[in-house]
């Protein structure tokens, strides 16, 4: 069974101070890894696809890395704006399976 | 304006009183699915649809049906609602089975009482 596990469940950073958000997974093979942000009421938005193992992406504070058993979200210099659950999820066949995310809050 | 839509949006029903969930995209999208939010739980799959007619079970499908009849059109539906399926429940797309950026529904609230 695919499994996706998400850490922290919760992260709050003070404005500037940058973190990383892990993403581990067990599923044989994979297709793809994909990174979304969720804000309160609304649907997922998609970030990012990773593919395969040492690939790496970035848009804007965001860089999404991935390794054989896991990937990172590292947000560098986080402002308020980027307070939102992330979400990771794995593809294997046409099925995506998602971790529960990380609740990231960034105080001004 | 590219979009997934969902209607309605909140739904209070009582149960075992057949209801449907519509989803409507209109970015010519092949891939639809559909999922269901529910806290501490994530989101899970209930049901995904690689093309017109062409349907099949995620991992979460009981007490569930779908149809896909015409490509941008993806309706949920619960013949008989019990209130374990009170849940969040988004409808999402994406061009092709290959292209997994899926783009999500604002969300349908659904309490079963």
């Known amino acids: 069974e695919d499994q996706v596990t998400q850490s922290p469940e919760a992260l709050r950073l003070q404005e500037g101070e940058s973190s990383s958000l892990n993403c581990s997974y067990t599923?044989?093979?994979?297709?793809?890894l994909f990174w979304y942000r969720q804000d309160p009421g609304k649907g997922p938005e998609f970030l990012f696809t990773l593919y395969s193992a040492g690939e790496e992406k970035e848009k804007e504070r965001l860089k999404a890395t991935l390794t054989k058993k896991e990937s990172f979200l590292h947000i560098t210099a986080p402002k308020p704006e980027d307070s939102a659950t992330y979400l990771c999820?794995?593809?294997?066949?046409?099925?995506?399976?998602f971790g529960k995310g990380t609740l990231l809050t960034v105080n001004p | 304006e590219a979009q997934v839509t969902q209607n309605p949006r909140y739904l209070i029903t009582v149960t075992g009183k057949k209801l449907t969930v519509t989803c409507s995209q209109n970015?010519?999208?092949?891939?639809m699915s559909w999922y269901r939010q529910d806290p501490g739980l994530g989101l899970r799959q209930i049901y995904y649809?690689?093309?017109?007619?062409?349907?099949d079970k995620g991992d979460v499908p009981e007490g569930y049906k779908v149809s896909r009849k015409e490509k941008r059109n993806f309706p949920l539906i619960l013949e008989s609602p019990s209130p374990n399926q009170t849940s969040l429940y988004f409808c999402a797309s994406s061009l092709s089975q290959s292209s997994y950026e899926q783009y999500f529904g604002p969300g349908t609230r659904l309490t079963v009482t």
């Open positions: 649809s690689m093309n017109v007619e062409v349907t």
């Open positions: 599923v044989s093979g994979l297709r793809g």
């Open positions: 970015m010519n999208h092949e891939y």
């Open positions: 999820a794995v593809l294997r066949n046409y099925k995506l399976t």
